[in-house]
């Protein structure tokens, strides 16, 4: 059912080109839905993918460009003029995903596009929502939507409807506005069909609707949609005027792209990277976090070679370095992903950051208790010196009440201060618990060993 | 807009449900939605959360039921008996939420609570969905739909419509079928609205319909609802008959918790925990990937502890050793994170595994090179031993590579074998990528210092 891109298929796409065999491509093309182009597109050159673009209808071609990645459409769109971006792809897009991709361009061609748009109405539309700052509802939002007035009848709004619906590809609610254009609720489908057909609109109408303002922060669109289960969301200006619809694809990217940044964050890759891009974009992509790591582990030498006397008189105190550091390290992640996740879901419950430490607090003693124990019996068993298995043991403990709390409190704090608290996941709360990991444990040592 | 639980509010219902005073429960709780009435009983006691839903109409009581944890739900329903369940809850449910609820109670349960559904037709399709497998399609779909036959007028399937809207809540998509059942193709409500009213079905439905099996797995689902921007999709049996609906919220849900599974592997955290849980919960979820770094930690011992004799010669060895294993952990982590994004988002590329081990080892040199040669640098200039720094830059040189390649492969070849390959990313290759950093470094100290 899902089309396959496989590698076959993507090289009659080549050869067809190469030829310049426009029936074949047309042929190889005509089933493919416009997310499937995307695909398609996606592996080939910029001169290849125009080609492609040609061979399908102009509002597939344009759909395709928007399932782009935002780099790859950008390349894309470097060979065409203004006038061909207008005519070819931004007169057959819905206003949201038009303003969305004219948003992307450089300055100077933005304006070039908006005056090649032949159709007066999207063009001032479009220019509406560029108005709206990015992340904010109304730069998410579409101008296609049907309204009926709430003082006609359904016989008058039926054919309003067919009027409006004509021009619109996916009709998912009737908003019902009164003469001020002011949003009063919407008429369900249902109603419609089962009402009498000389109700007026006032009488049937829901008004129980749920709407967002004009600069409500995306994600927020995103959990109001989630939480309630709702399809398309209006969206009204600062006096209540329906200004626009939110649709759930839409915020189904809002979703997925959330999730996958916070992924990347914690993995340490800075960048929105794929395995197809290339080895220098996934190079640079991974290269400042591996950093970041290199100077906490310059700073680990720094810290251990304060303690070179004390090795070279008990070098067994070396070989538990690694483990209080990776221990220091998997704990703090562990609880920074729990913060995290937390404050993304709103699933934090109250209680202050003092609570909230008091509770993780209880989760590390436990868990430290647990591997401090375990620890201690194997190196009892194993190790021929007490004072080492106490000095493991009693810093595996605190390292980890302490990279438990670390954890807790800097995602809280960045919160706090309104920063992304997923910075501080992954490799941030590694390598600061790996240097003080290893303070914690040699000077731990030195009281053991009664240096 | 949103309803937002504070503390203030918690106490008001806590409040009236000591005071036993309905009339202020009921006032308090009137506004509320069902996502919203399910994060007040999140935070109540089983008999609180009764008493809750004793105040609010049946249907927000069970649509609340449905928005919970599964394991709050259980311990909520065991205080019901299973003739309150069907009365009070699955009664008043959609198909395929009545169908979860019913699948989730102990086996003995089922029965009885099915048996006391009065209506049969209802029984019906849930003991029909309740044959699904897990994770199919069928165990998500929902039987609430609205269809006409292909042979009918407009004028006539607008009764017919709406004789069936008024047993559904929400109607998303109208399906076209043949007198035999089979699905068609769908009619839009803009057809519905712009075609002339004598046509019939057959010459406006449109036939392009996407549609899935019952046996289809509930992520290819996901993915296809995801790609195509699908509000509602249909699924049909092995002949072709439209067997129910999937709708955009459900997939949202599969969406988000495959995500927050990747991140909780990723993150080491073994069960779905949030920070309200309890202590012994977060703690069972975050012991087994800590012991399992303790056993790696212990093994790191053992491998550092073969060369006492190196370390007690030449101490500064130690200083690197957190340096190699964090860099080693960290580009693992990175590694495998990228592969399973790809795998999940189905953007791999074609390229065996080979190729793709290849292209990460293009990559691992490049930040290779980039780190060993700062590390050595650094070195150099801060430290008096030239063997210690050419066996440091070396060692991060090859343990990135190494770590590099390991961290592609383990997650490739899982997901060869069907495993899930998020179960790679973390503790996991972090752990086991530490222990033989330490070997590499040591290995390549001992041929530096020539012993």
Known sequence: MQFELTKEYLNSVKVAIVKADEHALIELLEELHAADISEVI?????????????????????EAITHLDEEDRESILEAYSSEEIADQFIENLETDDA??????????????????????????????LLNFEEGTAGSIMGKELVKVYENISITDSVTELRRQAEEITNVYTIYVVDEKERLKGRLSLKKLLTAPMSSRIKDIYQSDIRKVKTTDPVEEIASIMEKYDLVALPVVDEIGRLAGRITIDDVVDVIKDEAKEDYQLASGISEDVESTDSIWLLTRARLPWLLLGLLGGIFGARVISIYEGDIQLYPEMAFFIPLVAAMGGNVGVQSSAIVVQGLANKTMGFGGIVHKLTKEFGVALLNGIVCAILVLVYNIVFSDSLNLSYTVSLSLLVVIIYAALFGTFVPLVLDKYKIDPALATGPFITTVNDILGLFIYFLIGRAMYGM
């Open 99 to 128: 303003a969305d991709i004219i948003q992307e361009l450089p300055d100077h061609k933005k304006e070039e596009v908006i005056a090649h748009i032949d159709d007066v109405d999207q063009a001032g539309q479009i220019v509406d």
């Open 42 to 62: 996606d592996r080939l050159t910029v001169d290849e993918a125009k080609m492609v673009l040609q061979c399908v209808d102009v509002g597939t071609a344009s």
